[in-house]
């Protein structure tokens, strides 16, 4: 069984074509991993649904006492992927003895041409198989959480 | 660097407006990796473009010899689901230490609402991590190749 | 009020993931009403949901009749492209009267690039403004029924 | 021939992925009368690739100069959906003897669900048959300028 945490990010962005901006309503984890007919066991839980870039310490604290006190030893959280390294830092120091893999899309899901469903599947796929430790998901790869960084000019994760 | 062999299935399949039927052009996968924002280095390779149940001895040889003779230790294979595990076999009789993981798809990339690209980034990602053996990726979970079956009834794959 | 009667063809294909072949289910017309954000008041029913090549002489009567006998005098037909024209030639030797549009699609709306979604909207607006007759609303354009012809070769509406 | 002049709004609205922001760049038009496998003889021009919110009366009458010296006498406008009314008003004013069409959209073309493909096949096919004046082509329907306005909490047009 996998733990999924949401906390909001690109993956959940959506157009508002009332006010025509980004905004958050619910996630689309649930429909992403039908699409995918995913028959993982996982159990969904929204902690929060924002931009990762107003992501407080508050919230991080939030995130991280959720992946202490969740049951499950294997973890995905969607996260915007501005401060998602600095999400891993912060559950690299408080969380021992778990899977945890953060993973996050550059353009939203609910567009037709979202990275979001490919992500979701290599997140999961590490989620299972790679020893305990924070991970980041992104690219297709795997960087365990203190040697990696976002590039902002090209958006890519790379190793460091 | 992974290997990807392309031998076509519902991955591939695309509809031909003049005839009205389904068929095969040329793979989506690159279209796929870079819709999924890929930095695996790949190098892709059709070896055929065919629905797997036309798969011959012949075929399948073909499959395992290039399995056998690449320079990669870790090769993704995408392949039609109905006869995916009878490959997996025959690559785990005559390849030795490599990680081979076979992939496929229940509905067209082409079509909007195909498990492909959350199937791509499962194998991509398995493919990466797991020890060697020839193993099926698809429902975002792995198996060993001789411990699984697809249900021909719901198209799920499912532990034996 | 417009009347939409559904015959089946291209536009309503879908792919059957169990036995990997296109196949008919449900009409997808009130989804892409609804996608289109139509307001034009209509009343859709399916008279048949078949390839328009295997529709016969007693389908065609269907069509026929259903189109005399409904009290609307503006209606859309979905149908299959390749004898498109045939029913129209039957429908202007049988209904005086009323501005009757006949329109299909290329590629099935199920797929992610399908002309479906234009098609819809502009067999829509024909039939809104077009005097009485029947027409064909195809590629933008729309043809008195006796003045086109497909292009099996391109798959294109052409005047003749 | 009809003239179709482009001046951005919903309708081509992206999302650039590395600010995370809505934005404008190309047009989508060429791309979506490909995808409609659109036969209507068209010429495309780019005015001004904006939100119609920021519309000035300056850009208004770009548009406006534009319809009355172009030689086609059959125009389509792709509008923000927000000041449309508006730009179609100025337009009545100016332009005498030509039939002009304003259509948007209330979801980008580039999401995957978009309205965008469904109004455009509309309004160009009520700007090849409706007589000279200025309309808005949105939901399936088409008003006069001076009978609609946009109900803002709805998103519709609505007949006034």
């Known amino acids: 069984m996998i733990r999924v945490f949401v906390t909001g990010g690109t993956f959940d962005k959506t157009y508002d074509e009332i006010t025509g901006r980004l905004s958050f309503s619910d996630t689309h984890l649930p429909e992403m991993l039908q699409l995918g007919r995913s028959r993982v066991e996982v159990s969904v839980r929204t902690l929060m649904m924002i931009d990762s870039l107003e992501m407080t310490d508050a919230d991080r604290d939030v995130v ?4 202490q006190q969740c049951v499950e030893s294997r973890i995905v959280i969607t996260h915007g992927t501005d401060t998602m390294v600095k999400t891993a830092a912060a559950l690299a120091a408080a969380v021992k003895g778990k899977t945890i893999v953060l993973t996050g899309a550059m353009i939203p899901y609910a567009f037709g041409s979202s990275d ?22 992104m690219n297709g790869q795997h960087f365990v ?13 790379e190793a460091i």
Do not use: E
């Open 145 to 157: 959480w203190d040697r990696v960084k976002k590039n902002k000019a090209t958006g890519v994760f």
């Open 116 to 137: 979001g469903l490919f992500n979701l599947g290599s997140a999961l796929s590490f989620a299972q198989v790679l020893p305990s430790g924070v991970y980041i998901a």
């Open 64 to 67: 991280v006492r959720n992946c």
